[in-house]
Protein backbone atom coordinates (compact mmCIF):
# COMPACT_ATOMS: atom_id res chain seq x y z
CA UNK A 1 0.00 0.00 0.00
CA UNK A 2 1.29 3.19 -1.26
CA UNK A 3 0.35 6.46 1.32
CA UNK A 4 1.12 9.87 0.00
CA UNK A 5 2.73 12.21 2.11
CA UNK A 6 -0.42 13.87 3.27
CA UNK A 7 -1.80 11.16 4.62
CA UNK A 8 1.80 10.45 6.41
CA UNK A 9 1.57 14.21 7.72
CA UNK A 10 -1.92 13.79 9.01
CA UNK A 11 -1.47 10.21 10.69
CA UNK A 12 1.31 11.43 12.68
CA UNK A 13 -0.29 14.51 13.99
CA UNK A 14 -3.34 13.09 14.88
CA UNK A 15 -2.41 11.22 17.96
CA UNK A 16 -0.57 14.12 19.12
CA UNK A 17 -4.02 16.16 18.97
CA UNK A 18 -6.10 13.78 20.34
CA UNK A 19 -4.05 13.09 23.60
CA UNK A 20 -3.72 16.72 24.26
CA UNK A 21 -7.49 17.18 24.25
CA UNK A 22 -7.79 14.29 26.54
CA UNK A 23 -5.66 15.52 29.27
CA UNK A 24 -7.47 18.65 28.95
CA UNK A 25 -10.73 16.83 29.28
CA UNK A 26 -9.20 15.24 32.63
CA UNK A 27 -8.21 18.26 34.14
CA UNK A 28 -11.29 20.17 34.18
CA UNK A 29 -12.93 16.68 35.26
CA UNK A 30 -10.30 17.25 38.44
CA UNK A 31 -11.21 20.77 39.31
CA UNK A 32 -14.86 20.51 39.79
CA UNK A 33 -16.19 20.40 43.21
CA UNK A 34 -18.59 17.28 44.12
CA UNK A 35 -21.96 18.98 44.76
CA UNK A 36 -23.51 19.37 48.38
CA UNK A 37 -25.61 17.25 50.32
CA UNK A 38 -28.99 19.35 49.18
CA UNK A 39 -27.83 19.60 45.55
CA UNK A 40 -27.38 16.43 45.40
CA UNK A 41 -31.10 15.19 47.48
CA UNK A 42 -32.54 17.71 45.06
CA UNK A 43 -30.57 16.52 41.86
CA UNK A 44 -29.45 20.04 40.80
CA UNK A 45 -26.12 21.69 39.73
CA UNK A 46 -24.19 23.11 43.11
CA UNK A 47 -23.09 26.35 41.98
CA UNK A 48 -20.07 28.45 44.26
CA UNK A 49 -22.94 30.82 45.92
CA UNK A 50 -24.94 27.85 47.07
CA UNK A 51 -26.75 28.62 50.07
CA UNK A 52 -26.77 25.14 51.42
CA UNK A 53 -22.76 24.07 50.55
CA UNK A 54 -21.43 25.30 54.05
CA UNK A 55 -23.55 23.69 56.17
CA UNK A 56 -24.86 20.20 54.53
CA UNK A 57 -21.53 18.07 53.50
CA UNK A 58 -21.05 16.13 50.79
CA UNK A 59 -21.11 13.03 53.16
CA UNK A 60 -23.71 13.06 55.56
CA UNK A 61 -25.84 15.92 54.32
CA UNK A 62 -27.72 14.69 52.21
CA UNK A 63 -29.35 12.51 54.79
CA UNK A 64 -29.72 15.76 56.69
CA UNK A 65 -31.28 17.58 53.93
CA UNK A 66 -34.27 14.79 53.33
CA UNK A 67 -35.22 15.36 56.85
CA UNK A 68 -35.32 19.28 56.84
CA UNK A 69 -36.86 19.27 53.12
CA UNK A 70 -39.47 16.86 54.66
CA UNK A 71 -40.48 18.83 57.34
CA UNK A 72 -39.99 22.30 56.03
CA UNK A 73 -39.52 22.44 52.54
CA UNK A 74 -35.93 23.56 50.45
CA UNK A 75 -37.52 26.78 49.73
CA UNK A 76 -38.21 27.71 52.77
CA UNK A 77 -34.98 26.97 54.23
CA UNK A 78 -33.52 29.01 51.94
CA UNK A 79 -34.93 31.78 52.15
CA UNK A 80 -34.36 31.86 55.97
CA UNK A 81 -31.14 31.18 55.85
CA UNK A 82 -30.62 34.18 53.23
CA UNK A 83 -32.19 36.31 55.16
CA UNK A 84 -29.81 35.65 58.03
CA UNK A 85 -25.68 37.23 58.47
CA UNK A 86 -23.42 34.78 57.73
CA UNK A 87 -22.07 34.58 61.32
CA UNK A 88 -25.74 33.21 62.29
CA UNK A 89 -26.32 30.85 59.67
CA UNK A 90 -24.29 27.89 60.97
CA UNK A 91 -26.35 27.89 64.34
CA UNK A 92 -29.28 28.09 62.60
CA UNK A 93 -28.93 25.13 60.30
CA UNK A 94 -28.17 23.20 63.03
CA UNK A 95 -31.34 24.41 65.09
CA UNK A 96 -33.36 23.41 61.68
CA UNK A 97 -31.74 19.94 61.36
CA UNK A 98 -32.30 19.20 65.17
CA UNK A 99 -35.82 20.22 65.31
CA UNK A 100 -37.04 18.46 61.59
CA UNK A 101 -35.25 15.22 63.24
CA UNK A 102 -37.14 15.76 66.47
CA UNK A 103 -40.27 16.15 64.60
CA UNK A 104 -39.73 13.27 62.80
CA UNK A 105 -39.35 11.03 65.66
CA UNK A 106 -42.01 12.49 67.44
CA UNK A 107 -44.84 14.01 65.44
CA UNK A 108 -47.12 15.37 67.71
CA UNK A 109 -44.32 17.51 70.15
CA UNK A 110 -41.61 17.10 68.12
CA UNK A 111 -38.55 19.08 70.06
CA UNK A 112 -40.98 20.01 72.78
CA UNK A 113 -41.20 16.33 74.04
CA UNK A 114 -37.10 16.77 74.37
CA UNK A 115 -37.79 20.94 76.14
CA UNK A 116 -39.25 18.86 79.08
CA UNK A 117 -37.35 16.46 79.60
CA UNK A 118 -34.30 18.56 80.06
CA UNK A 119 -36.32 20.99 82.05
CA UNK A 120 -37.33 17.99 84.41
CA UNK A 121 -33.90 16.79 84.74
CA UNK A 122 -32.92 20.66 85.22
CA UNK A 123 -35.25 20.67 88.29
CA UNK A 124 -33.56 17.06 89.47
CA UNK A 125 -30.41 18.24 89.82
CA UNK A 126 -31.29 21.26 91.62
CA UNK A 127 -33.34 19.66 93.80
CA UNK A 128 -30.33 17.01 94.59
CA UNK A 129 -27.83 20.07 94.47
CA UNK A 130 -30.22 21.96 97.19
CA UNK A 131 -30.23 19.00 99.30
CA UNK A 132 -26.07 18.83 98.67
CA UNK A 133 -25.80 22.93 100.10
CA UNK A 134 -28.31 21.69 103.02
CA UNK A 135 -25.81 18.96 104.07
CA UNK A 136 -22.72 21.48 104.02
CA UNK A 137 -24.51 23.64 105.78
CA UNK A 138 -25.27 21.19 108.57
CA UNK A 139 -21.69 19.99 108.58
CA UNK A 140 -19.85 23.82 108.98
CA UNK A 141 -22.16 24.22 111.37
CA UNK A 142 -21.79 21.03 113.76
CA UNK A 143 -17.88 22.00 112.62
CA UNK A 144 -17.83 25.16 113.96
CA UNK A 145 -19.98 23.80 117.21
CA UNK A 146 -17.57 21.44 118.21
CA UNK A 147 -14.89 23.74 117.59
CA UNK A 148 -16.76 26.58 120.09
CA UNK A 149 -17.03 23.80 122.57
CA UNK A 150 -13.68 22.57 122.42
CA UNK A 151 -11.88 26.29 122.85
CA UNK A 152 -14.45 26.70 125.90
CA UNK A 153 -12.91 23.40 127.86
CA UNK A 154 -10.15 24.44 126.92
CA UNK A 155 -10.47 27.85 128.39
CA UNK A 156 -12.38 25.83 131.59
CA UNK A 157 -9.31 24.20 132.29
CA UNK A 158 -6.89 26.70 132.30
CA UNK A 159 -9.18 28.69 134.90
CA UNK A 160 -9.75 25.48 136.63
CA UNK A 161 -5.37 25.23 136.87
CA UNK A 162 -5.29 29.11 137.66
CA UNK A 163 -7.89 28.96 140.65
CA UNK A 164 -6.21 25.69 141.82
CA UNK A 165 -2.77 27.03 141.51
CA UNK A 166 -4.62 30.08 143.99
CA UNK A 167 -6.52 27.95 146.24
CA UNK A 168 -3.96 25.41 146.50
CA UNK A 169 -0.18 26.63 146.69
CA UNK A 170 2.12 24.29 146.93
CA UNK A 171 4.01 24.31 150.54
CA UNK A 172 7.03 26.38 150.77
CA UNK A 173 10.60 24.89 152.24
CA UNK A 174 11.45 25.66 155.30
CA UNK A 175 15.27 27.07 155.30
CA UNK A 176 18.39 25.29 156.93
CA UNK A 177 18.81 28.88 159.50
CA UNK A 178 15.18 28.60 160.99
CA UNK A 179 15.62 25.07 162.11
CA UNK A 180 18.78 25.65 163.87
CA UNK A 181 17.77 28.69 165.80
CA UNK A 182 15.87 26.76 168.17
CA UNK A 183 18.29 23.96 168.71
CA UNK A 184 21.03 26.33 169.56
CA UNK A 185 18.79 28.20 172.24
CA UNK A 186 17.97 25.66 173.87
CA UNK A 187 21.74 24.11 173.91
CA UNK A 188 22.34 27.66 175.36
CA UNK A 189 19.96 27.31 178.15
CA UNK A 190 20.89 23.83 179.54
CA UNK A 191 24.91 25.40 179.36
CA UNK A 192 23.32 27.08 182.12
CA UNK A 193 22.74 24.57 184.05
CA UNK A 194 24.87 22.66 186.49
CA UNK A 195 25.84 19.41 185.02
CA UNK A 196 24.42 16.39 186.00
CA UNK A 197 26.17 13.45 187.91
CA UNK A 198 24.81 10.03 188.32
CA UNK A 199 27.10 9.42 191.47
CA UNK A 200 25.77 12.08 193.80
CA UNK A 201 22.94 13.94 194.70
CA UNK A 202 21.91 16.97 193.19
CA UNK A 203 22.30 20.45 194.95
CA UNK A 204 18.89 22.53 195.39
CA UNK A 205 19.79 26.08 196.45
CA UNK A 206 19.67 27.30 199.83
CA UNK A 207 16.41 28.33 200.94
CA UNK A 208 14.68 29.85 203.97
CA UNK A 209 13.34 27.39 206.68
CA UNK A 210 10.33 28.32 208.65
CA UNK A 211 9.12 26.69 212.02
CA UNK A 212 5.30 26.00 212.38
CA UNK A 213 4.77 28.97 214.55
CA UNK A 214 6.11 30.90 211.44
CA UNK A 215 4.29 29.11 208.92
CA UNK A 216 0.81 29.88 211.30
CA UNK A 217 1.71 33.43 211.12
CA UNK A 218 2.21 33.69 207.38
CA UNK A 219 -1.25 32.22 206.84
CA UNK A 220 -2.48 35.50 208.59
CA UNK A 221 -1.37 37.82 205.95
CA UNK A 222 -2.31 41.14 207.74
CA UNK A 223 -0.17 39.91 210.31
CA UNK A 224 2.37 38.68 208.32
CA UNK A 225 2.67 41.81 206.53
CA UNK A 226 2.99 43.67 209.96
CA UNK A 227 5.83 41.52 210.99
CA UNK A 228 7.64 42.38 207.93
CA UNK A 229 7.51 45.88 208.70
CA UNK A 230 8.14 46.06 212.21
Known amino acids: MIMDSGSIYASSILPSFNGRKRSSSTDSASTVSPPCGACKFLRRKCTSGCVFAPHFQSDQGAARFAAVHKVFGASNISKLLSHLPLVRRHDA ?109 VRMPMTTTYDSAEMMDISNPAGFVDEMFD
Open 93 to 201: AATICFEAQARLADPVFGCVSTVLLLQRQVAALQAELAVVQTYLMNTQLALSIAYQQQQTANINATVNDLNNAILNPPPEEVSTAAVTTPTSSFDFAMSSFPPFSSGGA
